[in-house]
């Protein structure tokens, strides 16, 4: 059974720092690309940053000199570190995985930023 279980979420104050971790299991973790994307209510999911099998990664501009995309492979785990965090990044994280021929959505953690 293909799980993603994202932790790490909460509360923190702007200019604040949080690290989102992404567990996978039931497939080949080191096969696929895993990115990070968030989602506000009433606006549609986006991009934040995604890491491929070998390492290579990219970032919404918004997120570029803040947040660290990177992988475990030997613990199935994505990380996502977030740095100078904002009020506008306030929102539902969800990891997902992409391979050739299937991709599968974790359930979100949730990130509030606020004073």
């Known amino acids: 059974q293909v799980q993603l279980v994202e932790s790490g979420g909460g509360l923190v104050q702007p200019g604040g720092s949080l690290r989102l971790s992404c567990a996978a299991s039931g497939f080949t973790f080191s096969s696929y690309a895993m990115s990070w994307y968030r989602q506000v209510p009433g606006k549609e999911r986006e991009l934040v940053a995604s890491?491929?099998?070998?390492?290579?990664?990219n970032y919404a501009d918004s997120m570029k000199g803040r947040f660290t995309i990177s992988r475990d492979n030997a613990k199935n785990t994505v990380y996502l570190q977030m740095n100078s965090l904002k009020p506008e990044d306030t929102a539902v994280y969800y990891c997902?995985?992409?391979?050739?021929?299937?991709?599968?959505w974790g359930k979100g953690t949730l990130v509030t930023v606020s004073s």
């Open positions: 997902y995985a992409r391979s050739k021929f299937t991709n599968y």
């Open positions: 890491i491929n099998s070998v390492g290579n990664t």
